[in-house]
T-cell receptor, first 115, second 107 residues
């Protein structure tokens, strides 16, 4: 398996533009997580899905952020409109379950810069 | 106070030294993860443990549930071990992360 695949690797955009980040989890994994990493706050959970259903989105900073998982092999994280404070590295991860007792597999991340 | 505290924040050592990174947490958890983030940014899961000790190669992770404390040890450290090591605890179906320990091993 190719592992968790994220795209794009880097995204530079201007304030106000819509940004869409994409993730393909490992085949067979039924939990998918979106994390954001910044220097100030470290890694933070934004949202996670179990069997394609959003379970906890309490980490989503505000209504400008939305995430979808239309099927077991694809998820998107959208920011509209984007702001400079959204600049961060966004990681997608997947696992076989969501109890916490499963190993997490991370994608390479998307480095987002909002100018 | 953060729910997950790591120490030290930064650690520099010489090749071959024995390394210990500590993680303390303040809430009940179901599991604790140790992650490694290399300078290129990729994150790799090293260990997931809920009790006792686990070993993989030169890496050893221990956890004391009663004391709410975990340690990550690296024996015979090598420059390729240079990375940020992140402790994360699993509770209420989500991971809470420590701020990470930046480890630099000099040849």
């Amino acid at each position: 398996d190719a592992g968790v695949i994220q795209s794009p690797r880097h995204e530079v955009t201007e304030m106000g533009q819509e940004v869409t980040l994409r993730c393909k989890p490992i085949s067979g994994h039924n939990s998918l997580f979106w994390y954001r990493q910044t220097m100030m706050r470290g890694l933070e959970l934004l949202i996670y899905f179990n069997n394609n259903v959003p379970i906890d989105d309490s980490g989503m900073p505000e209504d400008r952020f939305s995430a979808k998982m239309p099927n077991a092999s694809f998820s998107t994280l959208k920011i509209q409109p984007s702001e400079p404070r959204d600049s961060a590295v966004y990681f997608c991860a997947s696992s076989l379950g969501a109890t916490g007792a499963e190993k997490l597999f991370f994608g390479s991340g998307t480095q987002l810069s909002v100018l | 106070k953060n729910e997950v505290e790591q120490s030290p924040q930064n650690l520099t050592a010489q090749e071959g030294e024995f390394i210990t990174i500590n993680c303390s947490y303040s809430v009940g958890i179901s599991a604790l993860h140790w992650l490694q983030q290399h300078p290129g940014g990729g994150i790799v899961s090293l260990f997931m443990l809920s009790s006792g000790k686990k070993k993989h190669g030169r890496l050893i992770a221990t956890i004391n549930i009663q004391e709410k404390h975990s340690s990550l040890h690296i024996t015979a450290s090598h420059p390729r071990d240079s990375a940020v090591y992140i402790c994360a605890v699993h509770r209420a179906q989500k991971l809470v992360f420590g701020q990470g320990t930046r480890l630099t091993i000099n040849p």
